[in-house]
């Protein structure tokens, strides 16, 4: 994580999205801009959290590690949201992993300013309990798109995720760990091999040396369509 001193960057955020609106007090003499790279953690499970994060430019995953030790993909990330929402509340360790996926930018406010000024500010629990009830609609709907949808589908919806731009060609790369992805889309590594070579066999995708690239965007977004957002 790099903090950005940025007056100018964090007034043009506050504005855009009506960040200082959700609270009774001015918080924004307390916001940082916080730049996380790709693969950097926001939150790590059952560690603690330092700040109320808000969501402002990039892309970030957020996944569970369940009992057994294996993770599952909860939903993607790259709109204006609050991540620590729920562990403020609680006083609780994070409850999930969310990671940056491109380099990330986010306002932060310290956890312990938002319990000072925050906890008794009925505006701003008014805002977190409309985002909680809407996370919680969302965690249900991928649940039951973990349960129920082909992994094709989740597949094409992570690959359009996480695809990254070559700068020296223009193309988009799909090129991670696929031990990883298995896990994290609930799948054997034999069938997310054979469900790559299925979305090769349509020219979505085509196997270069190490990674994949993307031939065409329109049939992963067909597939893709309601996935994971």
């Not at 950097?40 to 959290?49: A, G, L, S, Y």
């Not at 054979?194 to 066999?201: D, G, K, S, Y």
Request: neutral net charge; proline residues 1%.
């Amino acid at each position: 994580m790099i903090k950005i001193n940025n007056l100018d960057m964090i007034n043009k955020y506050i504005l855009k999205y009506g960040i200082n609106d959700i609270f009774t007090k001015d918080m924004k003499p307390f916001m940082e801009i916080l730049l996380f790279e790709k693969n950097q953690f926001v939150f790590k499970e059952d560690e603690d959290i330092k700040y109320l994060i808000f969501l402002i430019k990039g892309r970030l995953k957020v996944y569970v590690t369940l009992s057994n030790g294996r993770s599952l993909l909860n939903c993607f990330c790259q709109d204006f949201k609050v991540f620590g929402d729920l562990e403020f509340i609680n006083s609780q360790t994070a409850y999930s992993n969310v990671q940056a996926i491109a380099d990330t930018y986010c306002i932060g406010i310290p956890i312990n300013k938002v319990r000072e000024y925050l906890l008794n500010d009925a505006k701003f629990l008014k805002y977190i309990c409309s985002e909680l009830g809407e996370k919680l609609l969302k965690f249900s709907r991928n649940t039951s798109i973990n349960l129920l949808y082909p992994l094709e589908n989740r597949l094409a919806s992570y690959i359009l995720a996480t695809g990254q731009k070559n700068h020296n060609n223009g193309r988009i790369e799909f090129n991670e760990n696929l031990t990883e992805i298995a896990e994290l889309l609930g799948s054997s590594y034999r069938h997310l091999l054979r469900t790559l070579n299925m979305l090769c066999l349509k020219g979505s995708i085509e196997k270069k040396n190490g990674y994949y690239e993307i031939i065409d965007n329109g049939i992963l977004e067909e597939l893709a369509v309601g996935v994971y957002s």
